[in-house]
Structures are given as structure tokens and as C-alpha cells.
């Protein structure tokens, strides 16, 4: 059945900048299966470029696994690399400058990376034909950056990403300068052409209406897979999603070391510590329970100042409670 070409397992990305370091992407761990369509959400921040560009070959990680269709990114030499961006990876960013060359026409732009590896002619002009009409840019082949509207700048953009006929299609929030109209045509071409040309289709973006052309959503918190929604089957047509009618399933992910998160939004509700109990069910399934005694503490103590001034150990909340039993 369906066979994972994205792989990450405990990736992990650091910047340093100066002398500080920022940890993007802190152990996450991501499967995307062959000709699916994921989008990938979270907040500003939350590691999400920084992932795309890993698996775009743009970022090397700091640890951790990375393998697009059985291929080692981290022990990829750099001609590899250089070869994997060009023949396999079709880029869409958010700004269509980035994307597209304003002096030369949209076929022209098309055309570019097919000359620049070296394609022949005749097939050259076959397959720009094929991409501006799957892109309905047919009627906008002469026209430049300046006379395109803001989604046919990102359709330019998108057949450009296919020039090469890449097997993967990422977009860096490619729908971020659009209305919400103009984004939900996008996203339906995106879809359209994941099912047309069989394309892994990875798209980020902090706006949640990704969901409605996706299969799947993954929310990624602090550099971490949080939950995924996955269309619920049977259910896969943009009209069935802009008439609000499709529902998804909501997970938690829990990776290989058995870790998972719990919703900001669920912890506030129950109101839990820092520990909580965990058991089986007789139904098999795992109960996670608060611990009265912490939250007693914690309502007695609410601001108890960490002591310590550098100078010795610092004693914070956790440690004295735990001091306290
Ligand atoms: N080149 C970089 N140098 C230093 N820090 C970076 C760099 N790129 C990203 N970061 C930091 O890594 C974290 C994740 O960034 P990013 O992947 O861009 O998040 P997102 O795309 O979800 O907004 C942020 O704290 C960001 O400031
Ligand atoms: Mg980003």
C-alpha cells in the first residue's frame, strides 16, 4: 500500500548565532507516505521552514535521521545534493519574487530550469505547454511578474517547481500573501496536481485552512510533532471541503521514545502539574490522571520565588516539592 518516502526520526536542527544557540527542531519525527498530500501547521517559530528546508536539501541537521525516497540526506556529498535539489525538488515560496525572474515572460520563466539542466528543446516547449495548462497560465504565457495577479504569480510559481519534473512539491507558506479566496485556488491546484502527477506535496503554513486540501495536517509545537488531523475516508474533494462537510480525526503523536504532548489548551482545562499518574484501563487503553497533591502545592505556593542567585544550585518550584515529600 502506501510506502513512506519522507522519513525523519529524531531530527534535530541548532542555530547558533553568536554565542547563543536556538534550537529549531528538537527530535521530530515525521513519516510522509508516497504521492500524499500533508500540510504541516504551527505558529511562528514552531521549526516549521526549518524543517521544509531540510528535507529540501537547503539545511543540514545537527542529529537525527532524514531520508527522502531511501536517499540519506546527512550522508549526501554536496554534487548529491546539488543534483537531489535540481531533479527532485520543486521549491514554492511565499514571496513570488523569489520565485520567478520579473524580466522574463511566464513561459520563459518555465522554460529556465529545463535549459539550465540542459533539456532538449522540442521536450523544453512539449512540457511548458503541459504546465501552463495544468496551471491555466496557458492565456498568460507572455505576460511578466508585474502584469500577474498575486495567485497567478504563485500558479507561475508552482509550474516553475515542476519544470524538472521534481518528485516532491514543498511550499514555504505559499498562500501567505493571498486572500482566502485566491489561497483556496491555489490549494486546489496544489491538490490537482498531487493527484495528476502522483507528486509528494508538503506544505506549510501557520494558517489552518491548509486543512481543507490536505489528507493529513501535522501540528508541529517547539520543534516537535504535536498531533496530526487525517481526513476522515471517503472524503477527499475540495467541493465537499468549501461546503464545509469534511471532518478529520484528531491524534496525538507519540514518538519512538514513547513521548508525546499535551495540548496547552487540555492542560489548562484539567488544570495538571508537572506529574501525573499514568495506568491501563481495563478496555486496554491509558488513562492519564492528574495528581491532587501537586495541584494542592501549587495553589498553596502559586509564586514561590527561585531562590538562588547564580552563585549556588537554584532551588525552583519542582525541586522544593519534590523536597516537601
Ligand atoms: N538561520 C537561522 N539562524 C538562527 N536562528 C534561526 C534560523 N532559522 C530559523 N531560526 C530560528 O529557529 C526557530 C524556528 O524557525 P522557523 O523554522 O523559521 O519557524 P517557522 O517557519 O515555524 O516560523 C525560530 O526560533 C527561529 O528564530
Ligand atoms: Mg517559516
Known sequence: MSEPFIVSENLVKIFKVADLEVIALQGLDITINKGEMVGI?????????????????????SAGTITVGGRD??????????????????????QSARNMIPYLTTEENIALPMTMAGAERKAQQEWTKELLDATGLYDHR?????????GQQQRVAIAIALANRPTLLLGDEPTGELDSATADDVLALF??????FGLTTVIVTHDQQVARAVNRVITVRDGRTSSETVRRSGQKTVASELAGTTSFDEYVVIDQVGRLQIPPEIQEKVQIGKRATLSLTEDGDILIKRVEADRLVEQAMPNLPEMGD????????????????
Request: aromatic residues 10%; hydrophobic residues 35%.
Open 73 to 94: 540526506l546527512l550522508k549526501a556529498t554536496p554534487a548529491e545534493l546539488d543534483r537531489y535539489r535540481r531533479d527532485e525538488v520543486g521549491f514554492i515560496w511565499q
Open 310 to 325: 547564580g552563585a549556588g544550585p537554584n532551588i525552583t518550584k519542582r525541586t522544593w516539592k519534590f523536597w516537601k515529600r
Open 41 to 61: 501547521v504551527g505558529t511562528s517559530g514552531s521549526g516549521k521552514s526549518t524543517f521544509l528546508n531540510i528535507i529540501g536539501g537547503l539545511l543540514t541537521p
Open 191 to 196: 491538490q490537482t496536481l498531487n493527484e495528476r
Open 142 to 150: 507572455k505576460h511578466k511578474l508585474a502584469q500577474l495577479s498575486g
